[in-house]
């Protein structure tokens, strides 16, 4: 099992800054790709980015590519997703999500789901 808890949401106006934190423990946690969604009510869950196990590949949407930054710390268990130039589009839920292998795009590729933190961009 691995437990993932997410921090650093909440209220940003347009064009500002947000840094979440996704804190792992359970099983190694260096094992894992490490992936960002966010989900808006009546949408489906939507990739944002991950990040390869040892952290020297990154992959990104299309729409926050520039903007958004992913990286992780595996002595602290900790991935992180930077997030700049903030939108009103950027307005979700963001999930971290760890997954073994598979598809990094699909939500069905991820195993072990965080409980999401809300991230809302007034314009």
Same mark, same amino acid.
């Given at each position: 099992?691995?437990?993932?808890? +997410? *921090?650093?949401?909440?209220?940003?106006?347009?064009?500002?800054? &947000?840094?979440?934190?996704?804190?792992? /423990?359970?099983?190694? #946690?260096?094992? @894992? #790709?490490?992936?960002?969604?966010?989900?808006?009510?009546?949408? +489906? !869950? +939507?990739?944002?980015?991950?990040?390869?196990?040892?952290?020297?590949?990154?992959?990104?949407?299309? *729409?926050?590519?520039? !903007?958004?930054?992913?990286?992780?710390?595996?002595?602290?268990?900790?991935?992180?997703?930077?997030?700049?130039? &903030?939108? /009103?589009?950027?307005?979700?839920? @963001?999930?971290?999500?760890?997954? &073994?292998?598979?598809?990094?795009?699909?939500? *069905? /590729?991820?195993?072990?789901?965080?409980?999401?933190?809300?991230?809302?961009?007034?314009?």
């Amino acid at each position: 099992q691995v437990q993932l808890v +997410e *921090s650093g949401g909440g209220l940003v106006q347009a064009g500002g800054s &947000l840094r979440l934190s996704c804190a792992a /423990s359970g099983r190694t #946690f260096s094992n @894992y #790709f490490m992936g960002w969604f966010r989900q808006v009510p009546g949408k +489906e !869950r +939507e990739f944002v980015g991950g990040i390869t196990w040892a952290g020297s590949t990154t992959y990104y949407a299309g *729409s926050v590519k520039g !903007r958004f930054t992913i990286s992780r710390d595996n002595a602290k268990n900790t991935v992180y997703l930077q997030m700049n130039s &903030l939108k /009103s589009e950027d307005t979700a839920v @963001y999930y971290c999500a760890a997954a &073994l292998n598979g598809d990094k795009w699909a939500p *069905s /590729s991820y195993g072990y789901w965080g409980q999401g933190t809300q991230v809302t961009v007034s314009s």
